[in-house]
């Protein structure tokens, strides 16, 4: 079956503007986490979602924002972008017990 | 969420057994210990799951005292391209992960 799917691959952005990333879980997989990894933070949760709700939240600022559709898939959302938000956005889906399933990620360039 | 400890780095040899050791002190009850594999610029990758004494599948097996107050990931006869993060992580499968620093295993010729 398909893995996760995160699009697009490689974004470069300017410092200032806004970018929405994509995630399309495995089919069946009602959960969509979100996670930001950079070299100095390792990897920080953002949030999580179930059945379209916000169930988990990381400690990040408004200008990181989610939402997820009735079809599971995902989007995450950054505005105000600045220099420190460059990082790999990963996206990781869950049907229950056994781990979850991440995606390839988005690299995410602000410059 | 219980928070997990774990060596910064290992290095092995191709061949070898490698154990990484984790500790969770204040696990849970409904808390699961899940291993999850990463190599660069690519997402985790879950490698095992447990709850209490040991489990194996056909890449790793992992360890768990009565206590359930640490844990071991034990990869058999490791390879080069066993060289990536590991990392250990306590939950109630509540989709609640936070993942910690991770070990980084340099496994050498």
């Known amino acids: 079956k398909a893995g996760v799917t995160q699009t697009p691959r490689y974004l470069i952005k300017t410092r200032g503007q806004q970018v929405t990333l994509s995630c399309s879980p495995i089919s069946g997989h009602r959960s969509v986490s979100w996670y930001q990894q950079t070299p100095g933070q390792g990897l920080q949760f953002l949030f999580e979602?179930?059945?379209?709700?916000?169930?988990n939240k990381g400690n990040f600022p408004g200008r990181f924002s989610g939402r997820q559709f009735s079809n599971s898939r995902s989007e995450m959302n950054v505005s105000t972008l600045e220099l420190g938000d460059s990082a790999l956005y990963l996206c990781a889906s869950a049907g229950g017990a056994g781990g979850y399933t991440f995606g390839s990620g988005t690299r995410l360039t602000v410059v | 969420l219980a928070k997990t400890t774990q060596p910064i780095s290992m290095d092995s040899y191709e061949g070898q057994e490698v154990n990484i050791t984790c500790s969770h002190n204040n696990i849970a009850t409904n808390d699961y210990i899940t291993w999850y594999q990463q190599f660069p610029s690519q997402g985790p990758r879950f490698i095992i799951q447990g709850y209490k004494t040991k489990v194996t599948n056909e890449v790793a097996s992992l360890f768990i005292p009565a206590d359930r107050k640490s844990s071991t990931l034990s990869l058999p006869r490791v390879s080069l391209s066993d060289t990536a993060v590991y990392y250990c992580?306590?939950?109630?499968?509540?989709?609640?992960?936070?993942f910690g620093a991770g070990t980084r295993l340099t496994v050498k010729p």
């Open positions: 979602y179930f059945s379209e709700t916000q169930r």
């Open positions: 992580l306590v939950d109630d499968n509540n989709n609640d992960m936070r």
